[in-house]
């Protein structure tokens, strides 16, 4: 019988209901299980462990075509052959386990591999020693029943951490980054030797990685990767290195797409990868190399976040989410535990070994196949060679006797013994060689003792098994992605000005489609806009085409939150008292849209005056007052300076109690904020004021910067905290002083000599870089100091021996044009040159245990901790 919700089979009604039940659950394991998350004991997929094996029954040591191996995969993969074919390939694109021969596509560009029936691949030699042993594998029927399968193959290496793994499955996904192959066999050995271990991921397209919210890879963790990125010039930017799981096709679409909307502004970009990537940028005319950068991570695919999720299954049982230390940990016993059962079925085979060759031995030495010549049956044979054995062969229980020559057995001896005896043949009972059996003999017990000492010692074998894996096969797999800390890029602040924005002052509207309006500023379209309006009122809105704001304003611009530096000086008369108040304030917060009034809010009140200052500015303004008040002086001053900078909302001082007429700016004053406080970091190159890094100075308004590089050019500039550095390419990065002398030790390559140079800097025309080297090719700068007095040592070959010298450049050399050659110091190359002086000088602006540096050199082109100190030697590369 049949109803609506349900079929009849065999008298019982099954609802559709559980049948849905009892089918997706039975769907949604099959996928975790045998589809899309890995296994914990071999970090392989089903369809991975099944290619493997499959190669493993085809190898010879040579090549097969991708095709015949998918054939042979198919009889235990019951799915398609495209799903094999990608398996493959993306195995065989990782070079771990598999030795890929023809076109099997490009990971950096996306490009795919040949067709199948044109690629070969075999198992590396890597595989063959970590991945297969038939005897400690456990294995299962194919899903066809004809075969023989591993359930999981007996892997003595953490490989699901060296390739990683990406599944999604049925409400299930995982995602387990790749780590670096030594830094695997590093942690393993450090865990056998019971101490604690921290891993983090390595990709093979490089890039740099921050992991301070790695969580171990356990979910809910976070990492971010950027690509690397290079500033050649202020015209073109090189991408070097892609971030994880991009190609550079994709990275070069949101490129463009970020172009296209206006958040980044460039001429093209040009695709020169091949065996390593570039990515060759060029820059719109007037933008700035550095702010793109930003940019770049900010809106484009050169910087994404990732959320691990380690979840693996454990004994064929269920998924568990775990930490990549714990799969370590997990994978390190486990090998410990493999090599443990090779070792006893080493030790099997060998004690098998020794029990039989003691056997032959006697058997053939003895002459015991003499007394089976009479035997009338097999059985008789059998039973003439036990009685045989039994005089040459002592029992356990039985003491040695003097002279007793019996030989003492590892074990009893069985049926199967004395018949493999009988199978021995007349030619090589004939070509016995009683020494060279000895010699095996002896051979075969070391081997024994050691198998045994290897036992008895398991940690100590398996810290050797995983030294021998680094060692074998370490080379060339050292760490290709940099560990680092990212500083969060304001979008804001590095968005390209796409757009304009206008005001309509009278009718009360600003946006970016007013274009017959008046012009106020460039800005991007994700900036926020602050408006001041006559009624003392203020409202920040987000750029649109047109938005109402309120008649009557009197400034506009782009506002930028946590502005601390920006300040409003402003004179309103309050409404109910008829004072002329004076106050000055930042807006740092605010809630967009909002209305905030800047007066007391009595009926009446107005703005008198008005600025908007960048830096703090605090200017002189001149009152003058209506000629019907009672007030003796009709017009005076009022400096800003006197005011302290306080919140918005602050009523403000009293200026006067009179009557206003006008107010009218007198004269433009100076911050009042003192010097902003600048840093460098030395890792990224960024300016910040957040004291990160090395400090460079207070810089006021009007202050330079100046930074000498390494390739012989200075650069005086304004400070511009969008700018980023190279620090393994300066030499001095600091605030400019006018009495500041540059002192420079340079090879010169026309003439082959060694110069000393000091010069002052007399170029006038800040942001542009000059050099001061002359321009042939072989040219190097050696140092570069502002020290006021310069002390250096300096060292070179003469008939093969190693000669120095002290030399104080001060008393050295004059300070001349900075286009002048200099004096000679030396008559060809030199070795090496060190500063003797202290190249960090205090500075009045100089926090407390903080100094500016004289000079940030750098050894080895690297930055940071390797700063140049006194008595450290700059190596010279030529």
């Known amino acids: 019988m049949e109803n609506q919700h349900g079929t009849e089979t065999n008298g019982e009604v099954t609802g559709l209901k559980g049948m849905y039940e009892d089918y997706f659950l039975d769907y949604a394991s099959y996928v975790i299980l045998e589809r899309a998350v890995p296994a914990i004991e071999d970090g392989l997929k089903p369809v991975q462990r099944r290619i493997l094996h499959a190669l493993k029954e085809m190898d010879d040591g040579r090549y097969h075509k991708v095709a015949n191996v998918i054939g042979q995969t198919m009889q235990y993969h019951p799915h398609g052959d495209a799903a094999i074919g990608d398996a493959l390939v993306n195995m065989g694109q990782k070079h771990l ?218 004994e064929g049982d269920k998924p568990h989410f775990v930490t990549v230390e714990e799969i370590l940990q997990y994978n390190t016993q486990q090998t410990k535990d493999l090599l443990r059962q090779e070792l006893l079925i080493r030790q099997k085979e060998l004690e098998e070994k020794i029990h039989f060759a003691n056997l032959e031995k006697i058997f053939i030495e003895q002459r015991i196949y003499r007394d089976i010549e009479e035997a009338e049956s097999f059985e008789q044979v059998l039973e003439l060679i036990r009685t045989g054995l039994k005089k040459y062969v002592r029992e356990p229980e039985e003491k040695k006797k003097r002279n007793d020559q019996r030989l003492l057995l590892l074990r009893d001896i069985s049926e199967e013994d004395i018949t493999r005896l009988t199978e021995i043949r007349i030619k090589r009972i004939s070509k016995y060689n009683s020494f060279k059996a000895d010699e095996l003999m002896v051979k075969l017990e070391e081997e024994l003792a050691q198998v045994r000492h290897d036992l008895a010692h398991l940690t100590e074998y398996t810290i050797s098994w995983y030294q021998g894996l680094l060692d074998k096969y370490g080379k060339g797999r050292e760490r290709k992605t940099t560990i680092s800390t990212f500083e969060k890029v304001e979008v804001a602040a590095v968005a390209a000005n796409n757009t304009k924005l206008y005001v309509n002052r009278k009718e009360g509207f600003v946006g970016q489609g007013l274009k017959k309006e008046e012009f106020v500023c460039d800005c991007s379209d994700v900036d926020d806009i602050i408006v001041f309006r006559q009624d003392g009122t203020l409202v920040v809105t987000r750029i649109a085409d047109k938005t109402f704001v309120g008649k009557d304003i009197i400034h506009v611009n782009v506002w930028k939150k946590g502005d601390e530096r920006t300040t409003y000086n402003m004179v309103y008369l309050d409404g109910k008292t008829g004072r002329a108040m004076a106050k000055r304030f930042n807006v740092t917060a605010i809630t967009r849209d909002r209305e905030y009034d800047l007066t007391k809010g009595h009926k009446g009140s107005k703005l008198l005056y008005f600025s908007a200052n960048p830096n703090g500015e605090a200017e002189i303004i001149t009152a003058q007052l209506s000629q019907s008040s009672k007030a003796r002086q009709k017009t005076f001053d009022f400096d800003f300076a006197d005011l302290a900078i306080k919140s918005r909302g602050a009523a403000g001082n009293i200026m006067t109690r009179y009557p206003v007429r006008k107010v009218t700016l007198k004269e433009v004053g100076k911050s009042t904020l003192g010097a902003m406080r600048v840093w460098m970091d030395e890792v990224s190159g960024r300016l910040n004021l957040d004291e990160r890094g090395q400090f460079l100075g207070g810089f006021d308004t009007g202050d330079l910067l100046l930074a000498l590089y390494k390739d012989g ?131 009045e602006e100089a926090p407390d245990n903080k100094k500016s540096p004289n000079g940030t050199a750098k050894l080895n082109g690297k930055g940071g901790k390797d700063s140049i100190k006194p008595g450290d030697t700059i190596e010279l590369d030529f």
């Open 97 to 314: 386990l598999i030795d890929p021969q023809g076109n099997w596509g490009n990971t950096l560009t996306g490009d795919s591999a040949a067709a199948s029936r044109y690629i070969e691949a075999r198992l590396t030699k890597f595989a063959l020693d970590v991945v297969f042993n038939p005897q400690t594998t456990e294995w299962q029927l194919s899903y066809d029943g004809r075969k023989n399968e591993p359930v999981n193959l007996p892997m003595k290496f953490p490989m699901l951490l060296a390739q990683g793994a990406e599944g999604i499955a049925v409400g299930l996904s995982t995602k387990i980054m790749p780590h670096n192959f030594q830094e695997l066999c590093k942690a393993s050995i450090k865990i056998l030797e019971g101490k604690k271990v921290k891993i983090y991921p390595d990709f093979p397209t490089g890039g740099t990685v921050d992991v301070s919210d790695y969580q171990s890879g356990k979910r809910g963790g976070r990492i971010k990767i950027r690509a690397t990125i290079e500033k050649i010039d202020n015209k073109f930017i090189a991408i070097r290195e892609i971030p994880y799981g991009l190609t550079t096709q994709t990275l070069i679409d949101s490129i463009i797409k970020a172009n296209d909307k206006g958040k980044i502004k460039i001429k093209k970009v040009v695709d020169n990868t091949a065996a390593e990537v570039e990515l060759l940028i060029e820059l719109a005319p007037g933008i700035s190399p550095d702010v793109t950068i930003d940019a770049l991570y900010a809106f484009t695919g050169c910087e994404l976040s990732v959320s691990p999720n380690a979840c693996v299954i454990i």
């Open 713 to 843: 050019s200075y650069e005086r500039e304004e400070l511009d905290l969008t700018r980023r550095y190279d620090p393994s390419n300066l030499y001095y990065i600091g605030k400019y002083e006018e009495d500041m002398v540059v002192s420079a030790v340079y090879f010169e390559g026309e003439r082959g000599v060694t110069l000393v140079k000091r010069f002052n800097i007399e170029t006038s025309s800040p942001g542009q870089a000059f050099s001061f080297l002359t321009d042939h090719k072989q040219t190097k700068l050696y140092l570069a100091s502002v020290h006021p007095s310069p002390e250096v040592s300096y060292a070179w070959r003469e008939k093969r021996e190693k000669k120095e010298r002290t030399v104080k450049l001060w008393e050295f050399i004059d300070v001349k044009g900075w286009k002048s050659l200099g004096n000679r110091l030396h008559d060809g190359k030199l070795l090496s040159v060190k500063e003797l002086n202290d190249p960090f000088l205090p500075t």
